[in-house]
């Protein structure tokens, strides 16, 4: 492919521990065992161009929602030369809590996201306060506030953000989530964001308890397939084993950020 390769990054930067089973996927044996969550923001990076992907929770969200925050999500794009300051080009792949806080602190950004998921956090459906509780009021408005600045971009379904580089509405999770798919030196990757939490969800086709619509999520397993190159060109959302199948940048930055676009060590 005569395409330029990017490098994809994960930056860890929070943690979930003592998860129930039933948390993890719908009907599950309360006996087995249950895996934490880790929280993500990706950069895939070609040349001068840097693509940010979700932007974190905020701290005030860490606290009252009792996650454990590691560090910034932010600041930590530093940490592989990324400046939050120059980023021109920022994905929300849904309006949740951990992937949309910290929406001001992109002064050059335009925000690429799905026409339903802000019709869905901002209609009818968030009436309903079981549907409503992954979201935060404040994300919300400050994207309708990019709304108004003309800093969002809206896409309905598949869009190619730059060469190598498409966003896929799945659905599932929440009505407009949408993922990535990336052509790296391996090939095609997919960061799937929350469309799999987890390795087991789509491996195993265990739906996440956290759903809009079950059927959906279901067959956004099937697109992540169809999209990536093999099952180990998926990357899920906040599976902890991320960490410890891909490598490190530099010694110094082991257990926080790896890299993507080489192929697992432990697929």
């Not at 998860?19 to 895939?44: C, G, K, M, T």
């Not at 809206?154 to 659905?171: I, S």
């Amino acid at each position: 492919m005569s395409i330029e390769p990017f490098e994809v990054f994960a930056i860890r930067y929070g943690h979930l521990g003592n998860r129930h089973p039933q948390e993890n996927f719908i009907s599950a044996d309360p006996h087995e065992l249950a895996s934490d969550l880790d929280y993500f923001v990706w950069v895939a990076r070609r040349g001068d161009s840097s693509f940010v992907f979700d932007t974190g929770f905020a701290d005030e969200a860490a606290v009252r929602r009792r996650r454990e925050s590691l560090r910034h999500p932010v600041d930590s794009l530093r940490l592989i030369g990324v400046d939050p300051d120059r980023v021109t080009n920022v994905v929300v792949t849904h309006l949740h809590y951990d992937h949309a806080g910290n929406l001001d602190r992109f002064p050059l950004a335009r925000f690429h996201l799905q026409d339903r998921e802000m019709a869905f956090a901002t209609g009818r459906s968030m009436c309903h306060r079981e549907l409503r509780a992954p979201f935060d009021l404040e994300n919300v408005l400050q994207m309708v506030r990019h709304v108004y600045s003309e800093r969002a971009v809206f896409h309905d379904g598949d869009y190619e953000l730059a060469p190598g580089l498409t966003l896929h509405r799945v659905g599932g999770h929440s009505a407009g989530l949408q993922s990535a798919r990336i052509w790296t030196r391996r090939g095609w990757i997919v960061l799937a964001s929350d469309a799999s939490h987890l390795y087991d969800n789509f491996e195993k086709r265990r739906p996440f308890p956290v759903v809009y619509n079950v059927a959906e999520m279901l067959e956004g397993f099937d697109l992540l397939l169809r999209l990536a190159d093999s099952r180990d060109h998926v990357i899920p959302g906040h599976d902890p084993l991320v960490m410890r199948r891909y490598p490190a940048p530099s010694l110094d930055l082991q257990g926080i950020v790896v890299c993507l676009d080489v192929p697992p060590s432990n697929p």
